[in-house]
Nanobody, 125 residues
């Protein structure tokens, strides 16, 4: 069973940057696509970004495109989310997730079966 541990969240001001990390335990990290989702209070979980197993393809929600960058280091079993030009509406708990199946990519939460506990990101105006 894979364990995912996020870190890097915090309280920042609008316009600031943060870099989230997600460290994965277990084997075959480099065979799975990884994703970032977020959930704000009172709202449903929403897709933020995803990256394929080798890092060759990335996908973003329209709301973060051009501001956020997902990347991975398969040698370190870690996926990152670089967040620039943060806005108050980015405030949420951010979760990383591993896809259900090796060598496949999906952008729905149901395409991912392993989730981290999340890290809080708060952006003040």
């Amino acid at each position: 069973q894979v364990q995912l541990v996020e870190s890097g969240g915090g309280l920042v001001q609008a316009g600031d940057s943060l870099r989230l990390s997600c460290a994965a335990s277990g084997r075959l990290f480099s065979s799975y696509s990884m994703g970032w989702f977020r959930q704000a209070p009172g709202k449903e979980r929403e897709f933020v970004a995803a990256i394929t197993w080798g890092g060759g393809n990335t996908y973003y929600a329209d709301s973060v495109k051009g501001r956020f960058t997902i990347s991975r280091d398969n040698a370190k079993n870690t996926v990152y989310l670089q967040m620039n030009s943060l806005k108050p509406e980015d405030t949420a708990v951010y979760h990383c997730a591993r896809s259900n199946t090796v060598y496949k990519i999906g952008l729905l939460s149901t395409d991912f079966s392993s989730w981290g506990q999340g890290t809080q990101v708060t952006v003040s105006s």
